[in-house]
């Protein structure tokens, strides 16, 4: 064999096909046939050529590319495309209605804007003041919820708000919505398979709704059940990793499957923020704290194997948490 030519895994032809575009719904009929909506997925697969030398390959999937800037973007899709076809939607009466930490909440506002759909978000009080106004500036109804409540606290007043008008609001749910994993089973799990060729020996996922863990691994193991499944999640449950839960201390997602675990990773708020500087600098990755804490978590499992191939995922970029850094000179 060739010197530079790459071991290709006998499954990875089965979905070659897979373009850019995730799935076959999304293909615009014509060149000017094109709305947000093509642009979800496709996003690129980065190597980590410097924090990451030697003969172990660590990948990260740059999630920042979609439209509204976020992996939620996949759920949102499928979730908002869901309850139009399902008619939830049909009579232009109704409102979305979903809770937040913002990722998703700023996807649903963006593509429902686009599909002319109107959004009410419950999202904690604390949240970022760039995510509040980007939300506003979309044109969200925003209401905040009590910070000490957290993200289980945004849920439980949307899922009242969605009990005491039924005929005002379609209630997503993410964390219950199989719309959530399924995005990702469909799009982001192929795209991963083929873009390492069926390579792929390891994937970590930073758990929040469970969505990106729960559908990239049940595809990945129908494809390859050898592949380890990591989880990662903060080390406490008072923590600075927005978009993250502490699954100790909190609501278990109903869509998480705990069946498909292998391993679970703790990260630190401090190692994360020391990623995201890290990152930025050496690799001229510009990720938000959960994909600092993504890769913190997948550097561990590369220190321990001699080969292999790791896939994570960095769900945003620090653009919208800037506010929550000190940046000055770098010292790494």
């Known amino acids: ?14 979905i070659s096909d897979y ?9 615009a009929e014509s060149e000017t046939d094109y709305d947000l909506s093509h642009g979800v997925g496709g996003t690129p697969l980065v190597r980590l050529r410097r924090l990451a030398e030697g003969p172990v390959e660590v990948h990260v999937k ?30 232009g009466r109704r409102r979305l209605l979903d809770s937040t930490s913002g990722n998703t909440g700023i996807a649903l506002a963006q593509l429902a804007a ?41 849920r439980t007043v949307a899922r009242d708000m969605a009990a005491e008008q039924p005929d005002r609001y379609v209630f997503l749910d993410q964390y219950s919505n199989p719309m959530n994993w399924r995005a990702h089973y469909e799009s982001t799990a192929p795209e991963i398979w083929r873009q390492t060729r069926g390579r792929i020996t390891h994937f970590v996922a930073i758990m929040g709704t469970s969505g990106t863990f729960t559908g990239v691994s049940r595809r990945l193991k129908e494809l390859n059940p050898t592949i380890r499944r990591i989880t990662v999640q903060p080390d406490a449950a008072y923590h600075g990793i927005e ?33 995201v500087r890290r990152l930025a600098v050496v690799e001229g990755l510009p990720t938000g704290i959960s994909g600092g804490a993504a890769v913190v978590a997948a550097l561990r499992v590369a220190r321990q194997l001699s080969e292999g191939v790791i896939v994570t995922v960095l769900p945003d970029n620090v ?10 000179d770098p010292s790494i």
């Open 114 to 154: 686009a599909r002319g759909h109107q959004v009410t978000l419950t999202m904690p009080s604390n949240a970022s003041p760039a995510r509040i106004q980007l939300l506003r500036l979309l044109g969200a109804e925003l209401i905040l919820t009590d910070a000490l409540e957290g993200s289980d606290g945004a």
């Open 19 to 27: 373009s850019t575009v995730p799935t076959t719904f999304m293909t």
């Open 62 to 91: 740059c999630e920042w590319m979609n439209p509204a800037g976020s992996v939620k973007d996949r759920p949102a899709l499928w979730m908002i495309r869901d309850a139009e076809e399902r008619g939830l939607l049909a009579n």
């Open 243 to 275: 978009g993250t839960k502490h699954y100790l201390s909190t609501e278990i997602p109903p869509i998480f499957d705990a069946g498909l675990v292998h391993e679970q990773i703790e990260v630190s708020t401090e190692e994360a923020q020391k990623m």
């Open 319 to 328: 653009l919208k948490n800037l506010d929550r850094f000190q940046v000055e």
């Open 1 to 14: 064999m060739p010197k530079n030519e790459t071991l290709e895994h006998p499954a990875a032809r089965a």
